[in-house]
């Protein structure tokens, strides 16, 4: 099967249109169909005579099939995540989708192209948090138990960590970020009111807000769908600073834990 058509899985970035990549924007431009979650669509500048297909969210493996079926058809394809689309998001739908259907869409043209995640955005904003080892854990479960996420928790506690957690509270989940740090303060009893937390939300939006509290103090009300949150390792640092917004950052070297 040979067709011209193409399909780009591109990430627009979590917010500005600054911290979109030229690559990403070249296929913007050059897309004959975009499909996305309506808010990242209505994020894009429009172009054109290019057909806009939203959706909302939840319906990630359809919006995959149906963009890589109109690809197939010869269409140039966008589909559009927020961040970086091999985070929380989008490519991992398309390939699941690819694994399963016909081998011959195997030969379709498809590439992934990377965009700036929110976790690294909110790291730059909050200073240097991730300059040593991280993980990222996505705290909904949707799409996983949540004992899973428990032990992964625990483990990346134990383990040291810094951590940084997408998805981490919601309308439909509002008690998972509680029941998060109620775990965090049990692996690290000893270290609550010394491990810094940051809550980094609406990064590079117009309502950016960022505040850095402890563990032992840090209240899940605060925290919504657009906010990242942060937890540093032991090693975290945070440096005052006269306009209230402090830097946090890990250093480069760690000393033996524990
Ligand atoms: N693919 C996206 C993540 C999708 S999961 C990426 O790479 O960033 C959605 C979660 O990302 C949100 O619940 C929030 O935790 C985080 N997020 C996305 N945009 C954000 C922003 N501008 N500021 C803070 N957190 C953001």
Redesign the pocket.
Same mark, same amino acid.
Not at 225 to 228: F, N, Q, S
């Given at each position: 099967m040979t067709s011209r058509g193409w399909l780009r899985v591109v +990430?627009i970035g979590?917010?500005p249109a600054q911290w979109i990549t030229p690559e990403v924007q070249a296929v913007l431009t050059e897309a004959s169909d975009v499909f996305g979650y309506h808010s990242y669509l209505d994020r894009l500048a429009p172009v054109g005579r290019q057909e806009l297909h939203p959706s909302d969210n939840g319906q990630e493996l359809q919006r995959a099939r149906r963009a890589l079926e109109l690809a197939l058809g010869g269409a140039r394809v966008a589909i559009v995540? +927020?961040?970086?689309?091999g985070?929380?998001?989008m490519a991992a739908a398309v390939f699941e989708v690819l694994e399963r259907a016909p081998a011959a869409w195997r030969a379709l043209d498809i590439s992934v192209l990377p965009?700036v995640?929110?976790?690294l955005?909110?790291a730059a904003r909050l200073g240097a948090p991730l300059g040593n080892d991280f993980c990222a854990i996505?705290l909904s479960d949707n799409l996983k138990p949540w004992s899973v996420i428990a032990t992964r928790l625990r483990l990346a506690a134990q383990a040291d960590f810094a951590i940084a957690l997408?998805?981490?509270r919601s309308r439909a989940r509002p008690d998972q970020l509680q029941h998060a740090f109620e775990l965090l303060r049990s692996e690290r009893p000893e270290r609550g009111a010394q491990t810094w937390v940051a809550f980094?939300?609406?990064?590079?939006?117009p309502d950016e807000d960022l505040s850095i509290t402890t563990l032992a103090a840090a209240d899940p009300d605060r925290v919504d769908?657009?906010?990242?949150v942060l937890i540093g390792a032991t090693g975290t640092r945070c440096i005052e600073r006269p306009n209230g917004q402090p830097w946090l950052y890990c250093p480069r070297h760690i000393d033996e834990v524990r």
């Open positions: +990430g979590p917010g995540s +927020g961040g970086d689309p985070v929380f998001a965009g995640t929110a976790m955005a909110a996505n997408y998805n981490p980094a939300r609406a990064v590079g939006r769908m657009r906010t990242l």
